[in-house]
Nanobody, 128 residues
C-alpha cells in the first residue's frame, strides 16, 4: 500500500500563487507515476497535471498549461504542484494520485481510473 498526504492548500487572491506538496509513504519499492486532480463543488473530478517516475515527461490540462508546474523529488518521495496566476475557477479540492509506472499511453495519465492511490485532498480557494 501507498499513502499520500497533500499539504499547501489555502486561500489566495486571484493572480497569486500557491504550492502544493504530496508526500508518499508505504511500500515505495515500485516506481510511481504521480498526478494531481481537482474537484470543485458540484463538479466531477478533473485532471490537472501528471509526471512520470523519471520526471522526464509531464502532462497538463489545457486550463492550467503555462500557469502550473508539476515536479518531483524521488529522493524525498514528494511531488509538488506550483500554481501561479491563480484564477477563481481554480478553486477546488486538489488530490494527489499515484500509480505504479507502466507502459501507458500519454492519454492514460489524465484518467482518474488509471490511479490506484489517492490522498485525502487539500482545499484551494481563490478569491476574486
Amino acid at each position: 500500500q501507498v499513502q499520500l498526504v497533500e499539504s499547501g492548500g489555502g486561500l489566495v487572491q486571484a493572480g497569486g500563487s500557491l504550492s502544493l506538496s504530496c508526500a508518499a509513504s508505504g511500500r515505495l519499492s515500485s516506481t510511481l507515476a504521480m498526478g494531481w486532480f481537482r474537484q470543485a463543488r458540484g463538479k466531477e473530478r478533473e485532471f490537472v497535471a501528471a509526471i512520470t517516475w523519471s520526471g522526464r515527461t509531464t502532462y497538463y490540462a489545457d486550463s492550467v498549461k503555462g500557469r502550473f508546474t508539476i515536479s518531483r523529488d524521488n529522493a524525498k518521495n514528494t511531488v509538488s504542484l506550483q500554481m501561479n496566476s491563480l484564477k477563481p475557477e481554480d478553486t477546488a479540492s486538489y488530490y494527489c494520485a499515484a500509480v505504479i509506472e507502466g507502459y501507458y499511453r500519454d492519454s492514460d495519465y489524465s484518467r482518474p481510473g488509471l490511479y490506484d492511490y489517492w490522498g485525502q485532498g487539500t482545499q484551494v480557494t481563490v478569491s476574486s
